[in-house]
């Protein structure tokens, strides 16, 4: 596996694949690596000519008050397990590479960026948007993958590839889960094993809301109020939200209909957690 940390070397070495007629399948990562990520990784092999894989932590999407400094790192394991998956080249920028000063320009996606998670962590998805439209420029990948664990980061990164014509397949793929179902996440490192265990408190309101819509429930309200009064059963636990949504715009339902998502995110401790599952 090849490591390069210039950017113009990667963008020197993916235009010469795309000369030769190779795809690239890209996956972007801010490291940390667990099962989620690898399956991305595989799938970007086996569906390309060459995998690459990014590793950088992302300043601008994270707040003022959030685990910036604190984000998990393991260079050197993360590494072996690019290599592992079939990665072939592993674009690891150091910060100062990739914002040289103070970053003044921005992408923004706007009415999807603003609800549920762009409510309360404000400008997280304008620094996603921007990092990842940096990261395609620099990659020109066939196929961006992404895991659906992190729903409206898809639904984002999908309306901005769209709306600049980047050309850029963008492919979500399943969340991977636990085997008590709890999503994996980077941040799942932080909980103590009391908080883990109240952790799987969110699948279980997605499951028991799902069963609800199954049984032919007729009101959102009703959904919601499920998965609160599953998540709030454990102490500890709070709430930023739990909606029913269309899956495209991401509004609030006031109504049933054939495609919906579900969509929690908690605080466990001082952890933040999110979730979602596709009834359809
Ligand atoms: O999902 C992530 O790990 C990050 O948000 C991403 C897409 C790599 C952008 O920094």
């Known amino acids: 596996m090849k490591h390069i940390t210039a950017i113009t070397e990667m963008q020197e070495f ?18 940390f690596l667990h099962d989620g990520h690898l399956s991305l990784m595989r799938t970007a092999r086996a569906e390309n000519d060459v995998a690459v894989a990014s590793i950088f932590v992302n300043p601008t999407q994270f707040g003022p008050n959030e685990d910036l400094d604190r984000y998990p790192r393991d260079a050197e394991g993360d590494a072996m397990k690019c290599a592992a998956a079939g990665v072939d080249v592993l674009f690891l920028p150091a910060t100062a590479e990739m914002y040289a000063g103070a970053p003044a320009v921005f992408v923004t996606v706007e009415k999807l960026s603003e609800v549920l998670e762009g409510a309360i962590r404000p400008g997280h998805f304008r ?12 990659v020109q990948p066939n196929r961006a993958y992404f895991g659906q664990k992190d729903y409206q980061q898809c639904a984002v990164i999908r309306r901005m590839a769209a709306g600049l014509n980047m050309g850029v397949d963008i492919r ?9 179902g709890l999503a994996m996440s980077s941040r799942n490192v932080y909980l103590d094993p009391e908080q883990r265990r109240k952790a799987t408190c969110l699948y279980r309101a997605l499951s028991a809301a799902a069963e609800l819509v199954r049984a032919g429930v007729h009101e959102p309200e009703k959904v919601r109020q499920k998965m609160r009064a599953v998540l709030l059963a454990e102490k500890g636990v709070e709430i930023d939200y739990a909606e029913i949504v269309d ?13 919906m998502v579900l969509l929690v995110a908690t605080r466990v401790g001082s952890t933040r957690l999110i979730d979602n599952l596709l009834v359809l």
């Open 14 to 31: 993916c235009r010469s694949l795309r000369r030769e007629g190779k795809t690239i399948g890209f996956v972007p990562t801010m490291g």
């Open 127 to 138: 620094g996603v948007a921007t990092v990842v439209t940096k990261l395609f420029n620099i």
């Open 172 to 180: 979500a793929l399943p969340t991977m889960r636990e085997s008590d």
């Open 247 to 259: 899956p495209d715009t991401l509004v609030p339902l006031d109504r049933m209909q054939d495609r």
